[in-house]
């Protein structure tokens, strides 16, 4: 009675099928910085893994709105950093008892991977207006001018604040340094 006209390319799946294309392509380019960026902000491979997968899940939502390739990893990063901070929304801390609580010291591994932890500790420790600024430069060699654009800041203010992290840490370190020449000395 009624017949349809039967065609393999119609607009929608033409559609979809460029979006499933750049989607690929975008997860493959840049899964594994995401990843590593998520690891960075929260330190365990478990919780980096699953917002690094919400993140590309929030990505394919909303792929359409990515006008520019070459925002693309600042978009993602910026889908990320809401997903992590979504997890905190949400979460549900448990209270440990510190006399429960077992601690321990599994000794020092090689002398990089001190320094890599001293480092990591002290970035951590900064407060996150010098902290994301740093992070984004030294993980994704990110210019002034990008950052200033990803965080929605100035670029001066960017140049400060990455100045004042660094000049921070060092101080860090030369005490430490210093410190420890006390102890040893």
């Known amino acids: 009675m009624f017949s349809r006209k039967q065609s393999g390319s119609t607009p929608v799946n033409t559609h979809m099928i460029s979006k499933q294309k750049r989607y690929e392509t975008l997860v493959q380019a840049l899964h594994g910085d995401i990843y590593r960026y998520a690891y960075w902000l929260v330190g365990n491979k478990a919780v980096a893994e699953d917002i690094t997968q919400e993140t590309f899940l929030r ?62 500790r002290l970035m951590a420790g900064l407060s996150e207006e010098y902290r994301e600024p740093l992070i984004l430069q030294i993980m994704f060699g990110f210019s002034g001018d990008e950052i200033a654009a990803q965080l929605d800041l100035n670029k001066n203010t960017v140049m400060t604040r990455l100045f004042r992290a660094r000049n921070q840490i060092k101080e860090a370190l030369d005490s430490h340094d210093s410190a420890r020449g006390r102890k040893n000395g």
Do not use: C, Y
Not at 84 to 110: C, I, W, Y
């Open 59 to 120: 990505a394919w939502k909303s792929l359409d709105s990515l006008n520019d390739e070459k925002a693309a990893k600042s978009w993602l990063i910026t889908i990320l950093r809401r997903e992590n901070a979504r997890r905190f929304e949400r979460k549900q801390f448990d209270l440990v008892d510190m006399d429960d609580v077992t601690l321990s010291d599994d000794g020092p591994g090689h002398e990089t991977q001190l320094e890599h932890r001293e480092l990591h």
